[in-house]
Structure formats: structure tokens, C-alpha cells
């Protein structure tokens, strides 16, 4: 008997593991039947195909594993753009919408969560500077120097925030990969060499080893510290 429970136990602990070490993404798409869809991440600054599937009743599945969390990157089959997901090894649903990827629902992955929410957020700065940029255009076709130049002010004031804003974003959630991406992206070319320092040694030893604090640690290398980007 005792045997028995031991078995149990070793068989359900073993099957446990294994769930947290895969991933498996189910996508549904009522509007893709028979459509081809990949999954592609970059790899050694290459974009790879991770896996391939093709839509049978509006349903697809990639199954796989990650040794991190990692974005990836959603292509279906005659769709106006790719959908990109950070994956990591969980269950992971995904309401497709073929006409407008970007309004696709992601549930099952914590870190898909949290880079949707700075999505969110991040996107009224990125509409603010869509604005301006259009009024630049105005003001040049009407050779209007006063606006232009009130413009261009706001322009720089609007980089400004937007680099704050990322900034404490990723102070705030530095205990998430989705925080090493973020400052491996845009935000590291922003920022000074002591910035870039000071940052990266708030992050936890679990994510040191993160691929996207890496891509960091090599553009930091690649900084000269005399004439480091400073934040204008």
C-alpha cells in the first residue's frame, strides 16, 4: 500500500514537472479554416520558425517548451500583420481575430499580461506623437516657423515622457522578464552608461541570465563612456 502511494505521488510529481516545463498554445479561428500558421522568435539575432501547424475547424496547436519566457511572433496565413506573444510554459489560449491580429485575446501567460498592459499604456504616447508628427507636417508645407518650432519642442518633451515612462515601468516590474525586454529594446539606447547600470543592477538573480539582459550587457560593452546617450 505504502508502495502504491509512492508511486502515486513519483507518477503525479513527474507529471507536474513536465506541465511546468512545456508550453502548449491553442488558437482559435473561426475565420482560418485550413490556414497555415507559424510561430517564429529570434534566435542568435535571427528570426527562426519555431514551429508550423495548420487550422483544422478554426482550431490549431503548437506545443513546446522555453527555457525562459520569450516573445514570439504569430503569422497566419494571408493576415494584414503577425501577432506577437510572450510565451512562457504554461496553457495558452488565443482568441484569434483574422481581420485585426492586434485585437486578438491572450490568456494563460503572466507575461503576456504584463507586456499587453505596457502596450496599453505605452500607446497613448505613441497616439500623442502620431499627432505631432502630422502637425509638423502641416507646419512645414505652410512654411509656418513659429509653429514648427513650438512643435519641435513638444516633440522633445513627449521623448522625454516617453522614456520616463518606460523607465519606471520597468523599475516597477523588475522582478518580470517582460522588464528585461522592454529595457533591451527601445529604452537602453536612451539611457547613459550610469543609467544603464543602475538599472540593470536592480533585476533579480533569476533573470540575470535573461537572452534580453544579455542583448543589454552587449550593447553596454559596445558603449563608450565619454559620449554615452544622454537624456535631453
Known sequence: MKLKLLLSIATLCVACHNADNKY???????DCVGANVSLWHYQDKELCNASEAVFEHGHAVFNGNVSEPQLMYLFVEGARDYLPVFVENSDIDIDYVYARPSRSVVTGSVCHKKFSDFLQSYSAYSDKGTGIDKMIENAEENADTLMLQRLTE????????????????????INS???????STDLMHKLNVSELDSITALFPNEIKGSIYLKQVAEYRASMPTDTATQNN
Not at 502548449?24 to 473561426?30: K, Q
Not at 513638444?154 to 516597477?172: A, G
Not at 522578464?177 to 529595457?183: D, E, F, Q
Open 154 to 173: 513638444n516633440l522633445k518633451v513627449l521623448e522625454h515622457e516617453k522614456v520616463e515612462f518606460q523607465r519606471q515601468y520597468v523599475i516597477q516590474n
Open 177 to 183: 522578464p517582460v522588464a528585461a525586454y522592454i529595457l
Open 24 to 30: 502548449e498554445i491553442d488558437i482559435h479561428c473561426p
